[in-house]
């Protein structure tokens, strides 16, 4: 696609509920990335998939967080039993190559509201 | 570990007037160094980048001066516009296959 999609471009659910975010990268990008923007907390790293290897996990809050990467295309973000904590603006992005160099292209991003 | 620092907003400014937002870093060899920008209501956006110590990124009237011996990657422009109010992120780039680390953010509102 010409951009980063994501969806649901907003989400509110009820606590205790599990939520799935979905990221569509451009096309032939190999690279993937989750961030979590919270207020006043800048970006928080999640996740990282690169091609096929094994993702970078380590930025994931807790053991409620996963996500998936099929080859080099959509990801899907789950985050299991929802608390009020876990709302944010939960941003993709893509880049061509892991080049740090390259820098990123983001998704809008799915805001997140946990009632 | 590596990380960013940037200065605290909102910074208010009126239009025409010099802004500078300023980020320095923490890391070890030689990481890349970037600014995103965020309008309200859109996702970031890659504002200017530079890759090694002294080089000068720019675009949009923005600049900022890749600093080794500060740990500084500072953002300015001479004449601001209401059309730059947002959010704008310092990040930097360290090893080949890690993400990037973000700062907090600086929110800048600029009035006519």
């Known amino acids: 696609g010409a951009g980063v999609s994501q969806s649901p471009s907003n989400k509110v659910t009820e606590k205790g509920k599990d939520v799935e975010l979905r990221c569509d990268p451009i096309?032939?990008?190999?690279?993937l990335y989750w961030y979590r923007q919270s207020l006043g907390q800048g970006l928080e790293f999640l996740i990282y998939?690169?091609?096929?290897?094994?993702?970078?996990k380590s930025g994931l809050p807790s053991d409620r967080f996963s996500a998936e990467r099929t080859g080099e295309s959509v990801s899907t973000l789950t985050i299991q039993r929802t608390q009020q904590e876990d709302s944010a603006v939960y941003l993709c992005?893509?880049?061509?190559?892991?080049?740090?160099?390259?820098?990123?292209?983001f998704g809008s991003g799915t805001r997140l509201t946990v009632v | 570990g590596d990380s960013v620092t940037q200065m605290e907003g909102p910074v208010t400014l009126s239009e025409e007037a010099f802004l500078t937002i300023n980020c320095t870093y923490t890391?070890?060899?030689?990481?890349?160094l970037f600014w995103y920008v965020q309008y309200p209501g859109e996702g970031l956006q890659l504002l200017l980048k530079?890759?090694?110590?002294?080089d000068k990124g720019s675009n949009k009237g923005f600049e900022a001066t890749y600093r080794k011996e500060t740990t500084s990657f500072h953002l300015e422009k001479g004449s601001v516009q209401v059309s730059d109010s947002a959010v704008y992120f310092c990040?930097?780039?360290?090893?080949?296959?890690?993400?990037?680390?973000f700062g907090k953010g600086t929110t800048l509102s600029v009035s006519s």
């Open positions: 096309s032939g990008h190999t690279a």
């Open positions: 998939f690169q091609g096929n290897s094994a993702p970078d």
């Open positions: 992005a893509s880049s061509l190559v892991p080049d740090i160099g390259f820098g990123y292209t």
């Open positions: 530079a890759t090694k110590a002294d």
């Open positions: 890391a070890t060899g030689y990481p890349s």
């Open positions: 990040a930097l780039g360290g090893q080949a296959g890690t993400a990037l680390i």
